[in-house]
């Protein structure tokens, strides 16, 4: 299981979504800047695979309510965070 869904699986309280967003923002951060120069929403698979926010192991194998839960939940935080390069404190929900 990935960092970014341990965590979200735990989140529960105020501390459990503080501790929620350090870790999202930390795993994602890094990743972000790749992600906005994705062009075609068909590369999201692969992306998902490389940086670990899947189990499954190739692109034909991708469940598609997978593919979208994460252009639903996950896709928003990349982009906000690789357009804006906000530091934790500004990108914090």
Known sequence: MNPLALVS??????????????????????????????????????FMIRFGHTEVQSVDGMPVAQLQNFSALVVPLLRRIGEEQPLFDEWKP
């Open 9 to 46: 699986a735990i989140a529960g309280g105020i501390v459990g979504a503080a501790i929620w967003a350090i870790v999202a923002y930390s795993f994602l951060a890094p990743q972000a800047q790749e992600f906005v120069e994705l062009k075609p929403e068909r590369q999201y698979a692969e």
